[in-house]
């Protein structure tokens, strides 16, 4: 109860109890970010206006390195890679360079939507054979046998050669100059750096880079990572080759077989990131764009396939008839994810039949409006995890939907000598169990959570957007996607109002659902009699106080020629425009 609800409970503590109560519900029901001015009951800022350019990041001095690229006449490509780089620097428990890279682009001078898959593979020297002669069910979390080839700086490259306008110098070297002299960790970031230093002190690197003095940083202490800022120097100077196959690449290879692992220089030398087609499905006039696997992007399109053969406006926000349609929703999109998503150069996935409407109708006539699905699974055809996702527009008409990860938040912990970042842990994400689409394979890339993600109507750009924290990502997309156009939220607005998550419901092995699985409630917004119902309906219900991913968005305007701008409020950083 809140201050004001003691308030009136001691002046009038008998008459006016019933009063008390049923204040005190709506109090709990609506969210704790209320602006009556504006008329958006989810809305914890306005949002962001921008004529020229737009900028949305997860850290306030990312945030304004990229929109300076933009003044300076880069490229949304250009202000992009120098926000994510910056991320890389001041948000390392989310992204950096040891991670991959997923990007959506809308091109204005081809007036086409281009996708980057800039994910790594897994060691050519490395068998599945080895890891069930040392006992291994699972591939450890983090360590060096975690580690797949970081595709980061090969999807800037690619990004900067066919996109790019300033030199690269330009957009590390504010990057290089904040990692030389220093910069104040930002609350949230800081928290999770701590956190994350739980299980990784244990790395002699990660101590000496990450821990300086024997911890982490507090929020407002300066932060200096010089070994980084020599490593993108040798970036600027040597191109990409630096990384993949010179210093950096020795260094990677030294470290990581020093920590019993397998990545060689030679992965490494033969990492490419891919150019790939994005798909698309239509939501109720909306066409919304996502990457084939070896993402989990289809999720999305499957989800709202299926929410698609449901008048959901009528229900309303927060409902229970809504809420339990989204889970079972999930429910079922998350069983052909376990079943189905995969490397398309190992396994052929069946695209046209997942995201066909006809398919998403026979799904959806297994969702009981009374009762929860407790078994299911995959139709006929993480663990754990951390982010960043930005997105850039420009002048020129171009926009970018970029995300960025080490997987685990700060990654495996191997932090290659002399480097200054942590090497990625989405090896992990492998199955050791043989014959399955993900099963682990040496150069193969494995299941990716990343989902950048984008909106057209009538062929033209409309919303870049995209929600970070890893298995959260297509419930925190699709949810955004229904507040818009459903609920017809504004930008700030759909991404400020209380989300759900849903743990669990589909084994490693996609062969079933084993359980329930657990809805997790714990922002506001949602009426204590409704989550009741939803637990006499057979829900189980959790709270938590984070796990609800971190939104970005931009939207373009095209009769005023305005960028509209919003950030997520649970993080650090903030949307500007010029």
Same mark, same amino acid.
């Given at each position: 109860?809140?201050?004001?609800?003691?308030?009136?409970?001691?002046?009038?503590?008998?008459?006016?109890?019933?009063?008390?109560?049923?204040?005190?519900?709506?109090?709990?029901?609506?969210? $704790?970010?209320?602006?009556?001015?504006?008329?958006?009951?989810?809305?914890?800022?306005?949002? $962001?206006?921008?004529?020229?350019?737009?900028?949305?990041?997860?850290?306030?001095?990312?945030?304004?390195?990229?929109?300076?690229?933009?003044?300076?006449?880069?490229?949304?490509?250009? $202000?992009?890679?120098?926000?994510?780089?910056?991320?890389?620097?001041?948000?390392?428990?989310?992204?950096?360079?040891?991670?991959?890279?997923?990007?959506?682009?809308? /091109?204005?001078?081809?007036?086409?939507?281009?996708?980057?898959?800039?994910?790594?593979?897994?060691?050519?020297?490395?068998?599945?054979?080895?890891?069930?002669?040392?006992?291994?069910?699972?591939?450890?979390?983090?360590?060096?046998?975690?580690?797949?080839?970081?595709?980061?700086?090969?999807?800037?490259?690619?990004?900067?050669?066919?996109?790019?306008?300033?030199?690269?110098?330009?957009?590390?070297?504010?990057? +290089?100059?904040?990692?030389?002299?220093?910069?104040?960790?930002?609350?949230?970031?800081?928290?999770?750096?701590?956190?994350? &230093? =739980?299980?990784?002190?244990?790395?002699?690197?990660?101590?000496?880079?990450?821990?300086?003095?024997?911890?982490?940083?507090?929020?407002?202490?300066?932060?200096?990572?010089?070994?980084?800022?020599?490593?993108?120097?040798?970036?600027?100077?040597?191109?990409?080759?630096?990384?993949?196959?010179?210093?950096?690449?020795?260094?990677?290879?030294?470290?990581?077989?020093?920590?019993?692992?397998?990545?060689?220089?030679?992965?490494?030398? #033969?990492?490419?990131?891919?150019?790939?087609?994005?798909?698309?499905?239509?939501?109720?006039?909306? /066409?919304?764009?996502?990457?084939?696997?070896?993402?989990?992007?289809?999720?999305?399109?499957?989800?709202?396939?299926?929410?698609?053969?449901?008048? +959901?406006?009528?229900?309303?926000?927060?409902?229970?008839?809504?809420?339990?349609?989204?889970?079972?929703?999930?429910?079922?999109?998350?069983?052909?994810? #376990?079943?189905?998503?995969?490397?398309?150069?190992?396994?052929?996935?069946?695209?046209?039949?997942?995201?066909?409407?006809?398919?998403?109708?026979?799904?959806?006539?297994?969702?009981?409006?009374?009762?929860?699905? /407790?078994?299911?699974?995959?139709?006929?055809?993480?663990?754990?995890?951390?982010?960043?996702?930005?997105?850039?527009?420009?002048?020129?008409?171009?926009?970018?939907?970029?995300?960025?990860?080490?997987? #685990?938040?700060?990654?495996?912990?191997?932090?290659?000598?002399?480097?200054?970042?942590?090497?990625?842990?989405?090896?992990?994400?492998?199955?050791?169990?043989?014959?399955?689409?993900?099963?682990?394979?040496?150069?193969?890339?494995?299941?990716?959570?990343?989902?950048?993600?984008?909106?057209?109507?009538?062929?033209?750009?409309?919303?870049?957007?995209?929600?970070?924290?890893?298995?959260?990502?297509?419930? =925190?997309?699709?949810?955004?996607?229904?507040?818009?156009?459903?609920?017809?939220?504004?930008?700030?607005?759909?991404? /400020?109002? &209380?989300?759900?998550?849903?743990?669990?419901?589909?084994?490693?092995? @996609?062969? @079933?659902?084993?359980?329930? @699985?657990?809805?997790?409630?714990?922002?506001?917004?949602?009426?204590?009699?409704?989550?009741?119902?939803?637990?006499?309906?057979?829900?189980?219900?959790?709270?938590?106080?984070?796990?609800?991913?971190?939104?970005?968005? +931009?939207?373009?305007?095209?009769?005023?020629?305005?960028?509209?701008?919003?950030?997520?409020?649970?993080?650090?950083?903030?949307?500007?425009?010029?």
């Amino acid at each position: 109860m809140n201050d004001f609800s003691k308030y009136i409970s001691v002046r009038i503590p008998f008459a006016g109890i019933l009063t008390v109560l049923l204040v005190t519900m709506l109090v709990n029901h609506l969210p $704790a970010q209320v602006r009556y001015n504006s008329g958006r009951y989810f809305s914890s800022r306005s949002e $962001a206006l921008g004529e020229h350019g737009m900028v949305c990041t997860s850290q306030p001095l990312a945030t304004q390195v990229g929109l300076e690229i933009l003044k300076k006449g880069g490229t949304a490509m250009d $202000a992009a890679i120098a926000a994510n780089a910056m991320l890389g620097l001041t948000e390392p428990t989310g992204n950096g360079i040891g991670g991959d890279i997923f990007a959506i682009v809308w /091109d204005a001078k081809s007036q086409k939507i281009i996708g980057l898959n800039g994910s790594g593979r897994s060691p050519q020297s490395l068998k599945i054979s080895w890891f069930k002669e040392h006992g291994m069910k699972m591939i450890p979390s983090y360590g060096a046998l975690s580690v797949s080839v970081p595709g980061c700086v090969d999807g800037w490259y690619m990004l900067h050669n066919r996109f790019g306008k300033l030199p690269m110098d330009q957009l590390l070297n504010p990057t +290089i100059e904040y990692a030389t002299n220093g910069f104040p960790v930002t609350e949230v970031i800081a928290n999770s750096w701590k956190k994350y &230093a =739980g299980s990784l002190n244990k790395y002699e690197g990660y101590r000496r880079v990450y821990m300086p003095g024997g911890k982490t940083p507090a929020m407002g202490e300066i932060f200096r990572n010089p070994e980084l800022a020599n490593t993108l120097q040798l970036l600027v100077k040597g191109g990409r080759d630096a990384f993949y196959k010179g210093p950096v690449a020795n260094a990677i290879e030294k470290t990581v077989h020093a920590e019993g692992g397998f990545l060689a220089q030679s992965d490494l030398a #033969a990492h490419q990131g891919q150019w790939v087609e994005p798909v698309s499905v239509n939501y109720r006039g909306y /066409d919304v764009w996502e990457l084939p696997p070896n993402t989990q992007g289809l999720a999305v399109l499957e989800m709202l396939n299926i929410l698609e053969q449901f008048d +959901i406006t009528s229900m309303g926000f927060g409902s229970l008839e809504y809420t339990h349609l989204f889970v079972e929703a999930k429910k079922l999109a998350f069983e052909d994810r #376990a079943r189905y998503y995969a490397d398309p150069d190992y396994y052929n996935v069946p695209l046209k039949a997942l995201l066909s409407k006809q398919y998403a109708a026979q799904r959806s006539r297994l969702i009981n409006p009374e009762k929860v699905l /407790d078994s299911l699974y995959p139709g006929d055809m993480e663990r754990f995890g951390n982010t960043i996702y930005l997105t850039v527009a420009d002048q020129y008409g171009n926009m970018v939907s970029l995300i960025q990860s080490n997987f #685990a938040g700060m990654g495996s912990g191997i932090i290659p000598d002399g480097c200054g970042f942590s090497l990625q842990n989405r090896g992990c994400s492998f199955n050791l169990t043989e014959g399955l689409p993900n099963s682990y394979a040496p150069g193969k890339r494995p299941f990716h959570t990343l989902i950048p993600a984008f909106v057209t109507k009538n062929n033209k750009p409309l919303i870049s957007f995209g929600v970070m924290g890893a298995d959260m990502q297509p419930l =925190g997309q699709v949810q955004v996607l229904v507040n818009l156009i459903d609920f017809k939220m504004g930008l700030q607005e759909a991404g /400020d109002a &209380a989300r759900i998550n849903h743990i669990g419901s589909s084994t490693p092995e @996609g062969i @079933g659902a084993k359980g329930k @699985g657990t809805i997790f409630l714990e922002e506001g917004g949602f009426s204590p009699m409704v989550v009741a119902r939803l637990q006499r309906m057979g829900h189980l219900i959790g709270h938590d106080l984070g796990g609800y991913g971190g939104y970005q968005a +931009i939207m373009l305007d095209s009769v005023n020629h305005v960028f509209h701008g919003a950030s997520e409020f649970r993080k650090d950083g903030y949307a500007a425009g010029y």
